[in-house]
């Protein structure tokens, strides 16, 4: 009997925004069914080739490859008004967009309550925010658990709408139990009643497109030799379970997160990409040892163009934190790294990069589920940069051999080899290990 395929998995191993989009792009010729398995439009996904870019939320990053299928599995949450701009925005036939692209019928709907809840829930907090992008993630999430969450699927069914204005005057009832009104806040620069007509427009759209059995779907793929590789959106340290929780989103974004969301048991996970920065970003609040608070900080950020492709916002920016990544590795089971932005490194001639931490005058290996900030001190390893351009070389092998050391360096501590290195944003601009 022939062993049927497995899936491989990528993921980012930090606090997001590693370049899971690019990546995705330039794996997906190797793929012919690319599956998103955790979190809604609070994700971005930016692609650039050909001198043109694209930000996706929703959609999986394979969809500008033809005869590639595309699925979005129930673990994702979906924006109906939000999935209808992507849509806008792709620049792909209508034939070609309903050849590939699928939609789990179990994937729950973010309705316009939902992202009213989200900013009455973070306007209440006042200095307390989480740092949420405002996009319903939460609440929609949180419903799916208290079993009151609407599904894709149940919008085909009859009494939907009954369903629909239930949830909708339960949401208006706790935002009015916070002080505030569906008329308090703005959606997409819209009232809440004329954001309303649009989700129900784009709610429409999205039901003439494939509508599948996803977790049948995936698995009967594998069992005909189909290679699947998964995209997670955000990163491990913002994982609901083991990130910094509070201040992390609302779904497993780890390798686990691949099997609930797509249906697919552990034996059918194969390679696990993970992904990571040669330094370390973060949106919103929440704990970030190494984050740079000086003009090192303000270089990252403009060299590297650190600003949330969903929400727009500067990007906190620190040295690379190797017990952090080493933790990910551990959760995940990472079999491959992929490095990227090296290229913001190369105007430093030295930086900094975390090996430990000490906390409370104790040398600790990871952070703690719970700690005070303030006693916490990265431990900093300097490091020599290399100070050159890097679209000349072709692969990781001929790479300046100070960043060659950097590579070691990271290998040797969390014991996974780095097998790409991405040198810039464009598709073209990506290292393999021959």
């Given at each position: 009997?022939?062993?049927?395929?497995?899936?491989?998995?990528?993921?980012?191993?930090?606090?997001?925004?590693?370049?899971?989009?690019?990546?995705?792009?330039?794996?997906?010729?190797?793929?012919?069914?690319?599956?998103?398995?955790?979190?809604?439009?609070?994700?971005?996904?930016?692609?650039?080739?050909?001198?043109?870019?694209?930000?996706?939320?929703?959609?999986?990053?394979?969809?500008?490859?033809?005869?590639?299928?595309?699925?979005?599995?129930?673990?994702?949450?979906?924006?109906?008004?939000?999935?209808?701009?992507?849509?806008?925005?792709?620049?792909?036939?209508?034939?070609?967009?309903?050849?590939?692209?699928?939609?789990?019928?179990?994937?729950?709907?973010?309705?316009?309550?939902?992202?009213?809840?989200?900013?009455?829930?973070?306007?209440?907090?006042?200095?307390?925010?989480?740092?949420?992008?405002?996009?319903?993630?939460?609440?929609?999430?949180?419903?799916?658990?208290?079993?009151?969450?609407?599904?894709?699927?149940?919008?085909?069914?009859?009494?939907?709408?009954?369903?629909?204005?239930?949830?909708?005057e339960a949401h208006l009832r706790l935002v009015k139990g916070l002080g505030y009104s569906k008329n308090d806040f703005q959606i997409?620069?819209?009232?809440?009643?004329?954001?309303?007509?649009?989700?129900?427009?784009?709610?429409?759209?999205?039901?003439?497109?494939?509508?599948?059995?996803?977790e049948v779907y995936i698995n009967q793929a594998l069992d005909q030799g189909v290679r699947v590789l998964a995209e997670g959106a955000?990163?491990?340290?913002?994982?609901?379970?083991?990130?910094?929780?509070?201040?992390?989103?609302?779904?497993?974004?780890?390798?686990?997160?691949?099997?609930?969301?797509?249906?697919?048991?552990?034996?059918?996970?194969?390679?696990?990409?993970?992904i990571f920065k040669a330094y370390c970003t973060r949106v919103g609040s929440g704990p970030f040892p190494t984050e740079l608070f000086?003009?090192?900080?303000?270089?990252?950020?403009?060299?590297?163009?650190?600003?949330?492709?969903?929400?727009?916002?500067?990007?906190?920016?620190?040295?690379?934190?190797?017990?952090?990544?080493?933790?990910?590795?551990?959760?995940?089971?990472?079999?491959?790294?992929?490095?990227?932005?090296?290229?913001?490194?190369?105007?430093?001639?030295?930086?900094?990069?975390?090996?430990?931490?000490?906390?409370?005058?104790?040398?600790?290996?990871?952070?703690?589920?719970?700690?005070?900030?303030?006693?916490?001190?990265?431990?900093?390893?300097?490091?020599?940069?290399?100070?050159?351009?890097?679209?000349?070389?072709?692969?990781?092998?001929?790479?300046?051999?100070?960043?060659?050391?950097?590579?070691?360096?990271?290998?040797?501590?969390?014991?996974?080899?780095?097998?790409?290195?991405?040198?810039?944003?464009?598709?073209?601009?990506?290292?393999?290990?021959?």
């Open positions: 009997m022939k062993q049927a395929n497995k899936a491989d998995v990528l993921l980012g191993l930090q606090w997001g925004d590693e370049g899971k989009g690019k990546i995705v792009d330039v794996l997906t010729p190797g793929y012919q069914l690319i599956a998103r398995f955790q979190g809604g439009p609070n994700a971005g996904h930016t692609l650039e080739f050909e001198n043109r870019k694209y930000v996706l939320h929703t959609i999986p990053s394979g969809i500008f490859h033809s005869g590639t299928k595309n699925l979005i599995g129930s673990g994702v949450v979906i924006d109906p008004y939000i999935f209808s701009q992507e849509l806008d925005h792709l620049d792909i036939g209508q034939e070609q967009l309903r050849e590939s692209l699928l939609i789990s019928a179990r994937a729950h709907l973010i309705t316009p309550s939902h992202r009213l809840c989200d900013a009455a829930n973070e306007a209440s907090r006042g200095k307390q925010k989480i740092g949420s992008t405002l996009k319903g993630i939460g609440p929609a999430y949180t419903d799916k658990i208290a079993r009151s969450g609407l599904r894709l699927g149940d919008s085909l069914c009859a009494g939907f709408e009954t369903q629909y204005q239930e949830l909708r997409e620069k819209r009232s809440f009643d004329e954001y309303e007509k649009l989700w129900f427009e784009g709610l429409k759209r999205i039901q003439g497109l494939q509508l599948v059995e996803s955000q990163g491990t340290l913002l994982d609901i379970d083991f990130g910094s929780y509070p201040f992390v989103t609302s779904s497993n974004t780890i390798a686990a997160g691949a099997c609930t969301g797509l249906g697919l048991a552990p034996s059918r996970i194969g390679e696990v990409y993970g000086d003009a090192h900080g303000d270089q990252l950020r403009k060299t590297g163009n650190e600003f949330g492709s969903t929400t727009g916002r500067p990007r906190r920016c620190g040295w690379l934190d190797l017990p952090a990544l080493k933790y990910s590795v551990m959760l995940n089971g990472v079999t491959k790294l992929i490095m990227t932005k090296v290229d913001v490194l190369s105007e430093l001639p030295q930086f900094k990069v975390c090996v430990g931490y000490e906390y409370d005058g104790q040398q600790v290996e990871f952070l703690p589920s719970s700690f005070e900030p303030e006693k916490l001190r990265p431990i900093l390893q300097d490091f020599k940069g290399w100070h050159c351009d890097l679209a000349t070389f072709s692969s990781i092998g001929e790479l300046p051999s100070a960043l060659k050391d950097y590579l070691k360096l990271i290998e040797d501590f969390v014991r996974v080899p780095i097998e790409i290195v991405s040198t810039g944003p464009d598709r073209v601009q990506t290292l393999f290990r021959k």
